[in-house]
């Protein structure tokens, strides 16, 4: 991949997660860390639902078009173990082990216009380690 190609895609990947971090706000969450990072993986944005309080860890996939399928199919069995291993060193960290917690992914397809749509999936997938 060229260094042209990975800049176009870590924008394409901080736009999305701008927009995610707004999409959220305006629903009502309180947003607590982004890009948390660990030896075992990372969240992108760890918030509270305020409906029940539980928090959330947030994946957020952007693609620009559909050539290679729709943003929610790369998170991978892989990519939730990761998720998972940075989630669980996130509430150790924070000696949170008894919340209620979910893994949501937030799927955005930017179009050329600088228009996109959201798609927020709340229990994507479950604890994976």
């Not at 895609?9 to 959220?24: C, M, V, Y």
Request: hydrophobic share 40%; net charge positive.
């Amino acid at each position: 991949m060229t260094s042209e190609a990975k800049d176009i895609r870590k924008r394409t990947g901080n736009q999305g997660e701008e927009i995610a971090t707004s999409f959220l706000i305006r629903c009502g969450y309180h947003v607590l860390e982004r890009n948390f990072r660990c030896k075992g993986g990372e969240v992108d944005i760890i918030a509270r639902d305020p409906v029940d309080t539980s928090l959330v860890f947030v994946e957020v996939k952007t693609r620009r078009n559909l050539t290679y399928g729709l943003p929610q199919l790369a998170v991978t069995p892989f990519k939730q173990r990761q998720i998972s291993k940075a989630a669980l060193t996130w509430l150790s960290k924070n000696r949170l082990h008894d919340q209620n917690a979910r893994f949501d992914v937030i799927a955005i397809l930017l179009d050329g216009n600088g228009l996109h749509t959201v798609e927020h999936i709340r229990n994507a997938f479950d604890l994976a380690y």
